[in-house]
């Protein structure tokens, strides 16, 4: 077999294959060549042959058609590596592609594992659904034979006689790819996974073998989070970055706009990407219905789809023309845990916030933020797993270090204790008050006026902020689906609210000495 496919003289679409021939030595041949490209299918690889003439899917009309690869899908196989991050606009069909190109590996690799991870129990059925019609379609020989099933339910599907499975889950499932060792791992809409998403991930990646296939896969949502780190840093882990805007598929047209009314931008879009006025016509479209979600749905390039999610709480744009200009600590101590930008000068007066937190080596951090109390300038930062008298002590230490800083601690929680260590053990005596007592209290009120307050700064002051672990919190801190807001899943906020709380100590200590 593999000689008549590598020999073949016709084209793709004349391919000499005959489903109803194969049997578990023909399927073992074709995984040897999965991935080869034979001068007779013109560039496409074995693997899209066989989705070509093999699997089925559903089209958008409801009829069942024979899987043939789309430009997004073709440009995936073209540049498709062991580990693959896909950053893409709704519905490419790149979710269908991964799921029809583990099912041809499960099938022709005995011993193999597949795991398809969906964002929610019902994103998981239609995946189950869509693998369950590849099978359901296939030749009765193969159905009946060496690709009969002993189970084929539950979102698992059983090959007994090949020993493979696969499973399609949940990302809501804590107890996902637990146990098991996996040869081929899809992770669907990453970005919109529930509860801990990078920590969800984690563990699925400690259960794939060598050698297993990896697919990370998206639409944007907003900056910060599990997906957008994975695409940041893609360059420094090895993942293959595939970026697909919506104008790769076809369908993504509507009627012609006239010429004379293209805008500069529109004009400089279609000879950028040699788009038509039929898919103008549909940006337009899609712009007047998703307003400012249209460039997170309907990606167009690899950045501002991040920055258009409409639930983030700052500024996004400052933010980021922030993160372009600054410039590293000038010290780091506390094996990383405290950056300092500007050390303390004589006759300054300072202000430290601290946002405590419990102290374990899980959950949330303990920060503080050094401000300059003339200017505001962020001047040093701590973030770490500390409470306690071990926080008391740190941030004693690092006020006396600025020329004796007022200390603002918020005393909910965790902050009443700290608070008491500071005034009995640790002996300071420049403690924040409200209304005599000590401490800043954290009120359905002064919650939203505070992040408000540092809202106002990103935008009117920037270069007052010198962090970019806080400025990375920022981006990522949302409006929650309960109403309020907070670090988007798998992200910390700590930072945000030692910031926002200086910055609303500093405003009434500020008030309080001009009166």
Same mark, same amino acid.
């Given at each position: ?10 084209a793709?679409e ?31 690889s ?18 069942? $058609? ?9 440009? &995936? ?13 709704? @519905?490419? +069909? ?5 799921a $029809? ?10 011993g ?6 969906a ?5 998981a ?45 949940s990302?809501?499932?804590?107890? $996902?790819g ?5 040869q ?8 919109r ?43 420094e ?5 595939? &970026? &697909? ?11 012609a ?15 950028r ?10 940006? /337009?479209?899609i712009r ?5 979600? $249209? ?10 789809? &991040?920055?258009?999610?409409?639930d983030s ?14 410039a590293?600590?000038?010290?780091? /101590? @506390? ?19 601290v ?8 959950g ?10 003339? *200017?505001?300038?962020?001047?040093a ?5 500390? +409470? ?14 600025y ?26 005596g420049?403690i924040?008050?409200?209304?005599? @007592? ?6 359905? *009120? ?26 990375a ?10 109403g ?9 906020d700590?930072?945000v609210?030692?910031?926002?709380? +200086? ?13």
């Amino acid at each position: 077999m593999a000689e008549r496919t590598e020999g073949c003289a016709a084209a793709a679409e004349d391919w000499n294959f005959c489903p109803e021939a194969l049997n578990r030595e023909e399927l073992e041949r074709y995984g040897q060549i999965l991935d080869q490209r034979p001068a007779c299918l013109h560039g496409n690889s074995v693997g899209m042959a066989l989705a070509a003439q093999l699997l089925k899917v559903r089209m958008r009309e409801g009829k069942t $058609a024979l899987l043939k690869a789309n430009a997004a899908q073709r440009a &995936f196989e073209r540049r498709r590596g062991e580990r693959n991050i896909v950053l893409k606009a709704r @519905q490419m +069909g790149l979710t269908t592609w991964a799921a $029809a190109r583990f099912f041809l590996k499960t099938i022709t690799h005995p011993g193999t594992l597949t795991l398809e991870v969906a964002h929610t129990q019902e994103s998981a059925e239609e995946i189950f659904r869509i693998v369950h019609r590849f099978l359901d379609r296939l030749p009765e020989n193969l159905r009946e034979g060496t690709l009969r099933t002993s189970r084929a339910n539950v979102r698992q599907i059983v090959f007994p006689e090949i020993d493979a499975q696969y499973r399609v889950v949940s990302a809501g499932d804590r107890n $996902a790819g637990r146990g098991l060792t996996v040869q081929n791992l899809h992770c669907s809409e990453l970005a919109r996974w529930p509860g801990d998403p990078a920590e969800t991930l984690a563990g699925l990646r400690a259960s794939l073998a060598p050698g297993a296939e990896l697919i990370l896969e998206s639409t944007p949502d907003g900056v910060g989070g599990c997906f957008h780190e994975e695409w940041r840093m893609a360059g420094e882990t090895g993942m293959v970055r595939h &970026f &697909f805007p919506w104008w790769m598929e076809r369908r993504y047209r509507t009627q012609a706009v006239d010429a004379g009314s293209l805008t500069d931008e529109e004009h400089d879009l279609m000879a950028r990407k040699r788009l038509n006025l039929e898919q103008i016509g549909y940006r /337009r479209q899609i712009r007047a219905d998703f307003r400012q979600l $249209a460039r997170q749905e309907y990606a167009e390039d690899e950045e501002s789809c &991040f920055l258009a999610s409409g639930d983030s709480v700052f500024e996004l744009e400052a933010i980021e023309a922030r993160l372009a200009t600054m410039a590293p600590p000038v010290e780091v /101590r @506390q094996n990383g845990e405290l950056e300092v930008w500007l050390p303390p000068l004589k006759g300054k007066e300072y202000l430290v916030a601290v946002d405590p937190a419990g102290g374990g080596s899980e959950g949330d951090y303990s920060a503080a933020q050094v401000l300059e109390m003339e *200017m505001g300038l962020q001047c040093a930062e701590f973030a770490g797993h500390m +409470g306690g008298l071990e926080l008391a002590r740190l941030v004693t230490a690092l006020a006396t270090e600025y020329n004796r800083a007022w200390l603002v601690v918020e005393r909910n929680n965790h902050g009443s204790g700290v608070l008491a260590l500071l005034e009995t053990v640790c002996g300071y005596g420049k403690i924040y008050r409200q209304s005599g @007592q000590a401490g800043w209290l954290t009120t359905s *009120m002064s919650r939203p006026a505070a992040l408000g307050r540092l809202d106002a700064a990103l935008v009117e002051r920037p270069e007052c902020f010198q962090s970019r672990s806080l400025l990375a919190e920022c981006r990522s801190f949302v409006r929650l689906p309960n109403g309020g807001s907070g670090a988007r899943p798998g992200t910390h906020d700590d930072r945000v609210m030692a910031m926002a709380i +200086g910055l609303g100590a500093r405003a009434e200590l500020l008030g309080k000495v001009s009166r």
